[in-house]
């Protein structure tokens, strides 16, 4: 009868020891794991049994209990360790994949918005190597780099890595910002947050190979502009920039578009003579004769069209729009444009000819090497 105790207390031991285990190895597995990085390999509920198995058949020779007994106690911890398992994917979905973005989100909205004489005394504590108010200066603008990299979201990077690199951007800013220039810090952050959102999106993969002559000009644009936003706190104006850099102001906008390769334009449209099924891309395509699977319009890359739109005259942006239903869908024929400018519906076809013209040059320039 001792015998036979002394068994089941042993049983007991090994049952808590295999249980406290898992569940140490369960709390330390979600602590460590973060967003964005992947799980360690969890021991499977298999394995564990196989354990527990191992750990008591020396103990079965000894024992006078009956093999129901033992593997209704198995069945119990396997049901117990399955339960915790199932809290830790819970857990883990909440610090993972979409749920990582509401968390962060949660997290940067109890940040207040810093006075101007509370952002320069952070300022110049961080500048005399204060970690601390480094951290808080940091902190409190991860709402602006959101703010920024939510514009972005159309370029084809997931939004929680043009916010990564939206922060990189925002302390490396930290890091270079001078108080004694004058301007608030929030003007010059947003340059470098942008920067460094650019940067990224056009090292994709999924982006359009950019010539190299025209990176290099770039790279000396960026160069540039980081001294203009140094020694006078604003971004300049593109015509200023083309100046100095001894370019085209046009060529140096359509480069620029180039690197940030927006969204496409592919709906369609029913043309004066009847013909339907036209896209602007289609029209486009024929007027520069580009082969089906021309790069700019590669179905990864269709990608250009709305940023160039943004380089005509206004009232060309405008009737390109309306004419190919760009700002709610709903497309207008050249009169129903011209009642809405108060214009003739041949200068509305005069306008549309022009501007399609432009989008024509600018294509075959985007596509030159």
């Not at 160069?223 to 370019?247: C, F, H, Q, S, T």
């Not at 200068?347 to 040059?361: D, G, P, S, T």
């Given at each position: 009868?001792?015998?036979?105790?002394?068994?089941?207390?042993?049983?007991k031991?090994?049952?808590?020891k295999?249980k406290?285990?898992?569940?140490?190895?369960t709390?330390?597995?979600?602590i460590a794991?973060?967003p964005?990085?992947?799980?360690?390999?969890?021991?499977e509920?298999?394995?564990l049994?196989?354990?527990?198995?191992?750990?008591?058949e020396?103990?079965?020779?000894?024992?006078d209990?009956?093999?129901?007994?033992?593997?209704?106690k198995?069945?119990?911890?396997l049901?117990?360790i399955e339960?915790?398992e199932?809290?830790e994917?819970?857990?883990?979905?909440?610090?993972?994949?979409k749920d990582a973005?509401?968390?962060?989100f949660?997290?940067?909205?109890?940040?207040?918005?810093?006075s101007?004489?509370?952002?320069?005394?952070?300022?110049?504590k961080?500048?005399?190597?204060?970690d601390?108010?480094?951290?808080?200066?940091?902190?409190?603008?991860?709402?602006?780099?959101?703010?920024?990299?939510?514009?972005?979201?159309?370029?084809?990077?997931?939004l929680?890595?043009?916010?990564?690199?939206?922060?990189?951007?925002?302390?490396?800013?930290?890091?270079?910002?001078?108080?004694?220039?004058?301007?608030?810090?929030?003007?010059?952050?947003?340059?470098?947050?942008?920067?460094?959102i650019?940067?990224?999106?056009?090292?994709?993969?999924n982006t359009?190979?950019?010539?190299?002559?025209?990176?290099?000009?770039?790279?000396k644009?960026l160069?540039?502009?980081?001294?203009?936003?140094?020694?006078?706190?604003?971004i300049p104006?593109?015509?200023?920039m083309?100046?100095?850099?001894?370019?085209?102001?046009?060529?140096l906008n359509e480069?620029l578009?180039?690197i940030?390769?927006?969204k496409s334009?592919?709906l369609?449209?029913?043309?004066e003579?009847?013909?339907g099924?036209?896209s602007?891309?289609?029209t486009?395509?024929?007027?520069?004769q580009?082969?089906?699977?021309?790069?700019?319009?590669?179905?990864?890359?269709k990608?250009?069209?709305?940023?160039?739109?943004?380089?005509?005259k206004?009232?060309?942006?405008?009737?390109?729009?309306?004419?190919?239903?760009l700002?709610?869908k709903?497309?207008?024929t050249l009169?129903?444009?011209g009642?809405k400018?108060k214009?003739?519906?041949e200068?509305?076809r005069q306008?549309?000819?022009i501007?399609i013209k432009?989008l024509k040059y600018?294509?075959?320039?985007a596509?030159?090497?």
């Amino acid at each position: 009868m001792k015998k036979k105790k002394k068994a089941a207390v042993g049983k007991k031991k090994i049952i808590k020891k295999v249980k406290s285990k898992k569940i140490k190895k369960t709390v330390v597995s979600v602590i460590a794991k973060k967003p964005g990085k992947k799980a360690a390999k969890k021991e499977e509920p298999s394995e564990l049994a196989e354990d527990f198995a191992a750990d008591t058949e020396s103990e079965q020779d000894t024992e006078d209990v009956s093999g129901d007994k033992i593997n209704i106690k198995r069945d119990l911890i396997l049901k117990g360790i399955e339960d915790e398992e199932e809290d830790e994917k819970s857990i883990l979905k909440a610090v993972n994949g979409k749920d990582a973005l509401a968390l962060y989100f949660d997290e940067i909205r109890a940040e207040k918005v810093l006075s101007a004489e509370e952002e320069r005394d952070l300022i110049i504590k961080t500048q005399h190597g204060d970690d601390i108010a480094k951290a808080k200066l940091t902190k409190a603008n991860l709402k602006l780099v959101v703010k920024i990299a939510k514009k972005y979201e159309y370029f084809g990077v997931p939004l929680i890595d043009l916010i990564e690199e939206g922060n990189i951007g925002l302390l490396k800013a930290v890091d270079k910002f001078e108080v004694e220039r004058g301007f608030r810090f929030s003007t010059y952050a947003t340059w470098w947050i942008k920067q460094s959102i650019n940067r990224a999106i056009a090292n994709q993969k999924n982006t359009i190979r950019i010539p190299v002559h025209i990176l290099d000009v770039y790279h000396k644009y960026l160069k540039l502009l980081e001294k203009e936003v140094k020694d006078k706190g604003k971004i300049p104006e593109n015509y200023d920039m083309a100046r100095k850099l001894r370019i085209d102001p046009i060529k140096l906008n359509e480069i620029l578009n180039i690197i940030k390769s927006p969204k496409s334009l592919d709906l369609e449209y029913e043309s004066e003579d009847g013909e339907g099924g036209r896209s602007l891309k289609d029209t486009v395509e024929d007027m520069v004769q580009a082969k089906p699977d021309q790069e700019l319009f590669d179905i990864e890359k269709k990608e250009t069209m709305m940023e160039l739109i943004r380089m005509l005259k206004p009232n060309e942006q405008q009737v390109i729009i309306c004419r190919f239903g760009l700002e709610n869908k709903q497309i207008l024929t050249l009169e129903d444009i011209g009642k809405k400018l108060k214009l003739t519906r041949e200068r509305i076809r005069q306008i549309e000819a022009i501007a399609i013209k432009k989008l024509k040059y600018f294509m075959k320039t985007a596509d030159k090497k």
